[in-house]
Every structure is written in structure tokens, then in C-alpha cells.
């Protein structure tokens, strides 16, 4: 059921105020009534709302900068950037490692909910209590409301509160804004709260840093108490010939090509009122495009003003794997002609449903154009060379033929280190015999879609073989238990003879001995320009006739192995979301011949 104000329904009134253009009222007004709805309005004090309505106006939402930036939010709104706050995998696993791990604390959301840390939300409150700019990850301002340079890793950075007027950092200065301050009139734009028009910042300045990987590093270098770096991506890049050629992040993550430093095409940053201010300036694409996806209810996101008319507990109660909203359907059930399911009271009418139906639709062209950016950036930046048969295949003899994979990528190693031990890259290979039945593979996946290592639950049950052939660039972590051999564990947690995880400081430090005691990673990634080699051997009892065989073969991605989603509490759909997300890419066969 629809919450009415003065007999005006929630999604007509915010609607109103999105086509007035009132988008930080439209914001403040969901905000508002959602937390109106679930606590007792008498138990906040009317300075503690005052106190909340002022850290929003000091920390502007994304949607508040989309009235004249409105392509690059459009990039922005469904990039990883402004996934991070809303990422479910993240909230699992922020939520398991403090529960291993009190003491880190804010150590995850200052860098994924960097805005709400600044704003004092408490780190564990659940994401629909959060502001709108604070679920907005890195946003806007958490990169162009910065003002000195940091070069320390962990998050450490200072956002610059001010309202909207306040001014914007950037890589070139402001002469467009001060273009369209000094005619203001002209382009129908406010620079105080006393004027109207579309609210603008007054000012924009240069920061150096904002063009430099330096700026990077913040939230891309990450060491845990133990030492255990879970992101090593700025490690790896300092070690580059990217370094040493002067290519910076922003050259491939930000230019005309996904993961190739080819340019930035150039453009206009911002319209106003229907007009281009520098279009032959540089610009910077802000997709950031990168190997990451979302596995959210695809009504969270991407971030779409539409999608703010309803909250994200009333999304998160929308079936968007069914018909809800589509016209056929929803006459067919209006007609009779299907049993109308048990609707939510949120989306038992029609309208609404048919409304969300087009955010959804739209959010999902959305995902598919970062699926499509997703593959480039894989795919410009690695190869796959092969098979190379050692002698002449015969029937009845091992088949001895191997693969060379190269990384291609001149700034970090394939797969980057993303949460150090979790980005999965693997090569699929299958054997197709003439009558094309397949007689050998290695990198299957299991009933869950783990590969078949020593993490598949189906291994460890004797449901499938382990893979022995498994080529797999995944790092693991490597623990000591206490009988002095190593184990491969989810996270860098060392076991205690009863078997309980816990994180507790070094006896010597990390600086001595290089590594933290007992804990270390065993990386399996190939650095920029590198290559590996995947050798693999088929046992001739399978190659039981003469003819034309054929060796298949694929390169596979996905963000995080199932195992490990379930060792955080992962939900069936978010597995679900994982798998319908693996990447399947440079995949070939070539054919061959086998003699009698």
C-alpha cells in the first residue's frame, strides 16, 4: 500500500519534485519519510533532525551534480565507484570480518561509504538508514571535494564538507565556471539560496593530485592488522612499466578505450540550460571501467533518481525475475487469465509496479553496457596462445599439449589484487573427440560453480575428482596450523587448536621477517607483460580411435568463488547474481588430428 501525504502518493509528489528539478529535495523528502516510517517520529529530537538535515546539505548527493553533468553521472551511476556502498558481497564481508574482528571497526566503510563515515553514521548501520550520498559509495564529491595530497593508503583522505555552492576540485581549474557565474542570468543557474535556478559550486579550482595514480592509492592499497595486504593493486602498479612510462591509472581507467592507455577523447564536462561549457576540453570518462559487477537488485542499483520514489526495503520486496509491471502480463492477471501472485503491499498496484517495471529496465541497459566495458578491459588485457602439441597425437598415447597466457596490461598483474586472494581467472580446456563427446576437461566448475580445487564442497564430498590439471591465477592464503603445515584459508586467520579463527598481533614485527607469522599469500598472478605457462596432459586410454579431435578452450573471470561467499553468509541470490556474472572470453578451438 501506497503511504499518502495530504492525498498525494509518495511516487507522484517525489516525480513532482524530480521534474521541477528539485533533486535535493526529492532526496531529502525520501530520506525523511522513510526514516519517519520506521521509528517513532517523537523519539528524535528536533535537533537531531536539524543536526541531519544539515550534514546533507554539507555532503550534496550525486543527483544534485547530474543537472549539468548529466553524462557523467550517467557513466558514474553504474560503475564500480558508485557500487561500493551498496555492494551486498561487501556488507557480508564487512560485517564477517568485524565480527572475527572488532577492533577494525570503520576500517571497510571509510573507503566504500566514505561520505557517511565523514557524516558520523555509525558503521553498522544497515544500508537503508543511510543518507542517499552516503549509500552513493564514492561519489562525486568524495573525489572533487578533496583538497590536499595524500599519498598514505587505507582510506586516509579528508572530504571538504560544504553546500552545494561551495567550491570543486579538479584537474584544470574553473575558467567554465566562472564563465557561467559571471553570466548566471543567462544560463538560468543559482549561486546562493536566495536566487533562482539550478543550484551550481561557484568556484572550481585545480588539485594536481586529482591527475595522478597518487590519488589513487587511498582506497587501492590495503594492509590488514596482520600485515596482509587485501588490495595490492598499487604495489603492483609501482613495480609496472606503466610506472616507468608515465601512464597513470586515470590513462586506462578513465580514457577512450577500457584498459588501454589510448587517449581521452574530449568533450564538454558540463551542460547548462542546453548549453556546452568547453567542449574541447579532455574528457575523462567516469565508468572507471574495471573487472568488477554488480550483484545487487538491479532497483538499487544503478543509481537512478526514478528508482529514489520507493525505498530500498520496498526494491529488495519487488520479484524483478518475474513479469511484475509488464503490460502483457499485468493484463492477463488484471483479465483473470493468470492467478495474480501475493503481491507485497508496496507493489499491489498496478501503476507502481508498471512504474518500477521501467526502472528496471532501464537500470538493466545500464549493467549490460558495463558487461560490455567489463569485457574489453579482460580482454585488452591478456591473450591466450595455443595448444601446443608435444610430437605427433596417436591413439592410445598421452596427449601431452600446453597453453601460454599472457598479461598484457602494462600497470598491474592478471588478475589485479582486489581483496588479495578472491578475484578468481582460470583457464577451461575440453578435449572433443570425432564423435563429439567430451573426453577430458580441466577448470570445470562444481553443482555450485566452484572450481574443482580444494575449496569445492563437492570435492570434499566425493561428488566430483579434483582437478589436478587446474590452471587457476587465483592467490590463496596460506595459514600455519599448529602442526607447522600450511592451509589454504578464506581469510588471513590463523586456527587455534580448537579450531576458532582470531587475529591477533605479531610477535616479531611484519617489517623483519617480511611476512606476518604464519600468515602469508601465494601469489599465482602474472605481472605486467608477463606470461605462464598451462601444461596439461590427457592419458591415451581416452583417445580411443583415429580422427579429427578438437581442443576447446576459454579463459573464465568471476569476482569472488562461491565457497567463500557461503563463509560470509551470502544469500542463494547473491550466488545466484555471482554465476549469472562469470565471464567467459578469449574462447576457441582449434582441430587436430590423431593417427592410428
Known amino acids: 500500500m501506497r503511504n499518502e501525504t495530504m492525498g498525494v502518493t509518495r511516487g507522484r509528489l517525489v516525480g513532482a519534485l524530480l521534474a521541477a528539478g528539485v533533486m535535493v529535495a526529492a532526496v531529502l523528502f525520501m530520506d525523511g519519510l522513510a526514516r519517519a516510517e520506521e521509528a517513532d517520529p517523537k523519539a528524535k529530537s528536533t535537533d537531531e533532525m536539524h543536526a541531519a538535515l544539515l550534514d546533507a546539505d554539507l555532503y550534496p548527493s550525486a543527483s544534485k551534480c547530474m543537472a549539468c553533468h548529466e553524462e557523467i553521472y550517467q557513466e558514474w551511476s553504474s560503475s564500480n565507484h558508485a557500487y561500493a556502498s551498496i555492494s551486498p558481497m561487501f556488507h557480508k564481508f564487512e560485517q564477517k570480518i568485524n565480527a572475527i574482528a572488532p577492533t577494525i571497526n570503520t576500517f571497510c566503510v571509510r573507503c566504500h561509504a566514505s561520505v557517511g563515515t565523514s557524516m558520523n553514521e555509525p558503521r553498522e548501520m544497515p544500508l537503508w538508514e543511510r543518507s542517499q550520498v552516503s549509500r552513493e559509495g564514492v561519489t562525486c564529491i568524495t573525489c572533487h571535494r578533496v583538497n590536499e595530497a595524500y599519498t598514505k593508503v587505507n582510506g586516509a583522505r579528508r572530504i571538504v564538507p560544504g553546500k552545494i555552492f561551495e567550491p570543486v576540485y579538479g584537474p584544470f581549474g574553473g575558467d567554465g565556471v566562472a564563465e557561467v557565474v559571471k553570466n548566471k542570468d543567462g544560463y538560468k543557474v543559482a549561486t546562493s539560496e536566495e536566487e533562482r535556478g539550478n543550484q551550481i559550486h561557484t568556484e572550481g579550482r585545480k588539485f594536481a593530485q586529482l591527475s595522478s595514480s597518487e590519488f589513487c592509492v587511498s582506497c587501492h592499497q590495503v594492509a590488514v592488522n596482520l600485515g596482509i595486504k587485501l588490495e595490492v593493486v598499487w604495489d603492483q602498479y609501482r613495480a609496472s612499466p606503466a610506472l616507468s612510462e608515465g601512464i597513470t591509472c586515470q590513462d586506462c581507467h578513465m580514457g577512450k578505450e577500457p584498459g588501454v592507455a589510448s587517449g581521452y577523447r574530449t568533450g564538454a564536462a558540463a551542460l547548462v540550460n542546453g548549453q556546452a561549457i568547453n567542449e574541447s576540453r579532455v574528457r575523462h570518462d567516469h565508468s572507471f571501467p574495471g573487472p568488477g559487477y554488480p550483484t545487487a537488485h538491479p532497483g538499487i542499483f544503478p543509481h537512478n533518481p526514478k528508482a529514489e520514489n520507493w525505498t530500498m526495503e520496498q526494491w529488495l520486496q519487488f520479484d524483478y525475475r518475474a513479469p511484475w509491471g509488464e503490460s502483457d502480463w499485468e493484463d492477463q492477471v488484471e483479465e ?147 602442526k607447522g603445515t600450511d592451509r589454504e584459508m578464506y581469510l588471513p586467520v590463523n586456527l587455534d587448536v580448537d579450531q576458532l579463527p582470531f587475529l591477533r598481533p605479531p610477535a616479531q614485527p611484519t617489517t623483519v621477517i617480511n611476512h606476518p607469522p604464519f600468515v602469508r599469500m601465494e601469489g599465482r598472478s602474472i605481472p605486467p607483460l608477463g606470461s605462464r605457462k598451462a601444461s596439461y596432459s590427457v592419458p591415451g586410454e581416452l583417445l580411443t580411435k583415429p580422427g579429427k579431435y578438437r581442443l576447446a578452450v576459454r579463459m573464465r573471470s568471476r569476482a569472488e568463488p562461491i565457497y567463500f561467499m557461503r563463509f560470509v553468509g551470502a544469500t542463494s541470490e547473491m550466488e545466484r547474481a555471482m554465476n549469472e556474472w562469470m565471464l567467459d572470453y578469449h574462447a576457441y578451438q582449434v582441430e587436430f588430428e590423431v593417427k592410428g
Open 336 to 482: 483473470g487469465e493468470i492467478e495474480a501472485p501475493e503481491f507485497p503491499e508496496a507493489w499491489a498496484d498496478r501503476f507502481d509496479r508498471e512504474e518500477a517495471r521501467e526502472v528496471i529496465n532501464e537500470n538493466l541497459e545500464a549493467i549490460e553496457r558495463k558487461r560490455g566495458l567489463r569485457r574489453a578491459v579482460m580482454e585488452n588485457g591478456s591473450h591466450v596462445d595455443g595448444p601446443f602439441i608435444d610430437g605427433a597425437p596417436r591413439a592410445g598415447g598421452d596427449l601431452d599439449f600446453s597453453y601460454i597466457v599472457f598479461n598484457t596490461n602494462k600497470g598491474h598483474n592478471l588478475p589485479s589484487g582486489s581483496l588479495g586472494a578472491q578475484p578468481e581467472v582460470w583457464l577451461n580446456v575440453a578435449l572433443i573427440d570425432p564423435d563429439g563427446k567430451n573426453v577430458w576437461e580441466s577448470g570445470y566448475v562444481d553443482s555450485v560453480g566452484d572450481m574443482a580445487d580444494l575449496h569445492s564442497a563437492d570435492v570434499l564430498t566425493g561428488k566430483i575428482a579434483h582437478d589436478d590439471q587446474l590452471f587457476n591465477l587465483q592467490t590463496k592464503f596460506l595459514t600455519t596450523n599448529v
